[in-house]
T-cell receptor, first 109, second 114 residues
Framework: TQLLEQSPQFLSIQEGENLTVYCNSS?????LQWYRQEPGEGPVLLVT?????EVKKLKRLTFQFGDARKDSSLHITAAQPGDTGLYLC?????????FGTGTSLTVIP | DAGVIQSPRHEVTEMGQEVTLRCKPI?????LFWYRQTMMRGLELLIY????????DSGMPEDRFSAKMPNASFSTLKIQPSEPRDSAVYFC????????????FGEGSRLTVL
C-alpha cells in the first residue's frame, strides 16, 4: 500500500479566508489528482497534475505537484461556503489510484 | 449521460447474512474499481478489473469478500457472511482506460451490519 498523508485532517474557516491543504508521500507517482466529495456522494475529480513542479489553477483553487512527484498542495483563495467538503488527493501508479486520508473543510458564512 | 450506477444505496442487515452490492459502470469504460470508505481508514481500494478481468484483488479484506464482472456493464461485490466491521460506504468507480487518469464514482452503497 502506498500511503498518502493529508494535512490538516479537519479545517474550519470563515468565508473569505485563504487555506492550503497538503498531500505527502514517500512514494513517487506518475500523476496526482485532487477530488472533492460532498456528503452522500462519490468523489468528483477537480484536477490532475502530471509533471513535477506543475501548477494548475481552477478559478480560486491552485494545485501544485512537488518537483519529486511525491507531494502536492491545494490552495484556496477567498474560500466560500460552496467549497465545503472532503478533499482527497490520489496518487496514480500504473492503473491503480491510492487515496489520501482526506481533509474535511468547512467554510462558515 | 448516465454516470456510474450503484445499488442498493442503503442496506441494513444482520451479522451472518449475505450482502450483494451492484454496479453498472459508464458505457465504454474499460476499468472498474471497488473502494470501501470508512472514517478510520479512508478510501481503500478493494479490487479492480480491466476489460472484465480482475487485475488486482490484494485489497480484498478476506475470503468473505468476492467480486465478479460477468460483462462490461455489470459488476457485483459480495460479502458472505457479513460482520459488523464490514459496515462502510462501498463505492464503485470506472475509468475510460489506461493513462486517462480520471475515476468516475457512483454515489456509493452504505452498508450497516448489525
Amino acid at each position: 500500500t502506498q500511503l498518502l498523508e493529508q494535512s490538516p485532517q479537519f479545517l474550519s474557516i470563515q468565508e473569505g479566508e485563504n487555506l492550503t491543504v497538503y498531500c505527502n508521500s514517500s512514494s513517487v507517482f506518475s500523476s496526482l489528482q485532487w477530488y472533492r466529495q460532498e456528503p452522500g456522494e462519490g468523489p468528483v475529480l477537480l484536477v490532475t497534475v502530471v509533471t513535477g513542479g506543475e501548477v494548475k489553477k481552477l478559478k480560486r483553487l491552485t494545485f501544485q505537484f512537488g518537483d519529486a512527484r511525491k507531494d502536492s498542495s491545494l490552495h484556496i483563495t477567498a474560500a466560500q461556503p460552496g467549497d465545503t467538503g472532503l478533499y482527497l488527493c490520489a496518487g496514480a501508479t500504473g492503473n491503480q489510484f491510492y487515496f489520501g486520508t482526506g481533509t474535511s473543510l468547512t467554510v462558515i458564512p | 449521460d448516465a454516470g456510474v450506477i450503484q445499488s442498493p444505496r442503503h442496506e441494513v442487515t444482520e451479522m451472518g447474512q449475505e450482502v450483494t452490492l451492484r454496479c453498472k459502470p459508464i458505457s465504454g469504460h474499460d476499468y472498474l474499481f471497488w473502494y470501501r470508505q470508512t472514517m478510520m481508514r479512508g478510501l481503500e481500494l478493494l479490487i479492480y478489473f480491466n476489460n472484465n478481468v480482475p487485475i488486482d484483488d490484494s485489497g480484498m479484506p478476506e475470503d468473505r469478500f468476492s467480486a465478479k464482472m460477468p460483462n462490461a456493464s455489470f459488476s457485483t461485490l459480495k460479502i458472505q457472511p457479513s460482520e459488523p466491521r464490514d459496515s462502510a460506504v462501498y463505492f464503485c468507480a470506472s475509468s475510460p482506460g489506461q493513462g486517462s487518469g480520471e475515476l468516475f464514482f457512483g454515489e456509493g452503497s452504505r452498508l450497516t451490519v448489525l
